[in-house]
């Protein structure tokens, strides 16, 4: 019989006081960002944080330029040589 392990993730609020020139939605957007660039969270996660679905956190990091692959320079070399 294979284990199977269950990930609990705990749930917290955070309540941030935003000025009023900072937008909720864009101050979501960049913390879920920032905790993807950190490897801190999943792409699904981040999506979560930010409220937003896989495809549209996938279009606000690329308006960012952060990369949503996890593949290097190198290994994508390998990959173009061995085609």
């Known amino acids: 019989m294979k284990n199977q392990f269950k990930y609990m993730m705990e749930i917290k609020k955070l309540e941030v006081p935003l000025m009023d020139w900072i937008d909720e939605k864009e101050a ?4 879920s960002a920032e905790l993807y660039r950190e490897a801190k969270v999943t792409l699904k996660q981040a999506a979560e944080i930010a409220g937003l679905t896989i495809w549209d956190i996938l279009y606000e990091f690329g308006k960012r330029k952060i990369s949503y692959t996890n593949i290097t320079v190198e290994d ?6 061995s085609i």
């Open 28 to 31: 979501k957007i960049a913390l």
């Open 76 to 81: 994508l070399h390998e990959e173009i040589e």
